[in-house]
Structures are given as C-alpha cells and as structure tokens.
C-alpha cells in the first residue's frame, strides 16, 4: 500500500534543476553531493554505509521501503547519507523481518526524504551533466533561498569526510571473540589471524567477513599512527572504504606509506583504503563524472570476470602508477577505470569494488581469502 501525502518537498540541484516531490522522513532541509545508485537491494544498507557520508542518494529502483528496517541489516549504529530522493515508498513495509517502516526509521534518525520524484530523469541529468551539489527541503523556504544557500556549499573534492566517520576510540571487534565457525567455508578457526583494520568508515559486513575468513580484528581510528599500528604486533592491516576525497585523508596516506615500508607485512584496502594505497605509492586520483554505485559492475582483464559491487565516486589515475611498484590487476569493464591493484613482490593488493557484497554478488568474496593466505604465509 502506498500512502498518499500533501506536505510537498522539492530536490533543487545547483545547475538551477528544479524537482518537485513529496516529503518523507524527516522534515528539513539537506545540503550534498546529489548521486544514484543501480542496486534492486539493499537501501538500508546504503542509508547505513558510511561512504554515503555528505550525499544526497537517488535510488532508480522505483520501489523503496517495502521489506522496512530491522536491527541486523546496518552497516553502522546510524545513516550517514544527508538524505533519500525516491520514486515510490511503501509506509507498510511486507516482511518478516521488518522491525519498523523506512519512513518512520529516517525520521527517528532526522534523515530528510523526497519522493514522487522522477528518477529516471535525474539520474539521467546527473549521467549528462555529472554529479552536483543539491539541496532537498520539506520547510517552508524558497527555491531562491535554499540555492542562495547551496552556492556556499562546499565540493566533494577536497573533503576529509573519513575524520567524520570514524571511530574515536580503538576497539577489538566484538564478533572476533565468540565467531569460530565460518558457515560458508565449512572450517574450524582455532588461531586467528591477528589483523588491524583502520576505519576510514568500516562496514560492519566487512568485519563479519575478515572473522569468517580467520581473523580477530581491533579497529583503530583513521588518524592512528604507525606505532599504534605495531604495538600490537598485527599479522596483516586492512584499510577500511570510507567517504570523501582520498587524496584530502592526509594521515592515511602518511601511514599507508609506513606500512609500505614494512617489508613483510601484508594490506589490504577496500575502495578508499585501495585508493589510498595507490596515493601511497605516488599514484593520484580523480573525480569521476557520477561514479560507481551498484551491484552489478563487471570487472576483471582477461580470463576470470568478478559482477562486483561499487560505491566510489574517485578513481585512482592509471597512468600515475608506477609499473616497476605495482600492477593493474582489475579493471571496470564498463569504463576501463582502474578496478584494483597488487604490489609486486609485496604482499599488499586492494580493489575498489566491495568484496563482502551486502547484499549483492559474491564473485569477490575470494579476496578475503587472498589475504588470509598472505598471512599464512608468514606464520
């Protein structure tokens, strides 16, 4: 069943596109970086991933809300995305496991929603003219003032948005200490391998697979430093995905290029820690037109083809990697961009795509394991 509503809402983009809609959710205003994402699945783990931290999300799935919310399918203890642009919501959400309705869960988290939009026509707007600025309200302010606002409204690039998302304070992953069956490999963990994740905005899916592969993992901010990192005698660091502009997230990049110098020690990076290590190499990145954010982009060079699943909006610069350090090992099919990268006779690799997949394929689940092996090696 599909409620209507009278409270009207409006997406105002800064190239001055105006779109009409319907509120839901909070009742406000949101400034950010308008984007799309492809995926059929899984928007309460896009309003939960904080990637989306500073972004004004347009589902182009026409339906939203109709399995509702529940406690296990977050990715983090809250949304981070400033706000939801949809087509159609379900206020009575048909699912077993639905705990609460969407609408009613972005309100509770003062997220501001607008539908009745058409998305077709703003994610074909975006594909043409590229990602942009926009402002979604459900108060009572004119189009010129919240523009007048939106001009002053800083660019994606630049921005060190991981500094907002991650945590304040290390921890050792809670699972890491009662987890010693992985379901999917069929084998007993008896020694796990000791790894230490930086968060630059950490999914818990990730976390759930490093321990279903074998690991036990104290996560540290992203402004750690190397000594943090060694105190604890690690087998393996993992970067975390995270949001903003890679190249803004300066200690990162510092200690990536530490923990390059320890010789034997093996990394892994997800999307932002993958660009990051690239940015540690000398590499650069690049903003892309609109991005990357789906489930179903295909990637790979010759041989085996990955259906992975992507939520980027820079890119590492192909031609600024150094082929003597490392080696292109993936790319998006789709656009040819740089999809990951592995060290040469290192044991550091990272993929810009998400292989823990929640939801979405598992064709990448494999990494995990690569990294594991890594580890196993030097034991």
Known sequence: MIKSLQKPAILLLSDG?????????????????????T?????????????YMGQLVTFT???LGNTGV????????????????ARRVAFHPSSWRSEKPLDKWLCENKVVGICGVDTRALVRHIRESGAMNG?????????????EELKKFPLMEGLNLASKVTTKNSYLWNDSCSVDFDKRQGKKINNPYKVVAI????????????VAHGCEITVLPANSDLDDVLTL?????FLSNGPGDPSAVTEGISLARKLIDQNDLPLFGICLGHQILGLAMGGRTYKLPYGHRGLNHPCGTTGRVEITSQNHGFALDPESLSDDIASITHLNLNDRTVAAIAFRERPIFGVQYHPEAS??????????????????ERR
């Open 17 to 37: 596109t105006l779109f009409e809609g319907e509120a839901f959710g909070y009742t406000g205003t949101a400034l950010g970086e308008v984007v799309f994402n």
């Open 39 to 51: 995926g059929m699945t899984g928007y309460q783990e896009v309003i939960t991933d904080p990637s």
């Open 61 to 63: 799935y026409p339906e």
């Open 70 to 85: 529940n406690s296990h399918d977050k990715e983090a203890s809250n949304p981070f995305l400033k706000g939801v642009i």
């Open 135 to 147: 402002v979604i309200s459900s108060e009572e302010r004119s189009a010129k003032q919240l523009y």
């Open 199 to 210: 968060d630059f905005g950490i999914k818990k899916s990730i976390l759930e697979r490093l």
């Open 233 to 237: 005698k690690p087998e393996g660091v």
């Open 359 to 376: 939801p979405g394929p598992h064709d990448a689940d494999h990494h995990f394991a690569r990294f594991v092996a890594l580890m196993a």
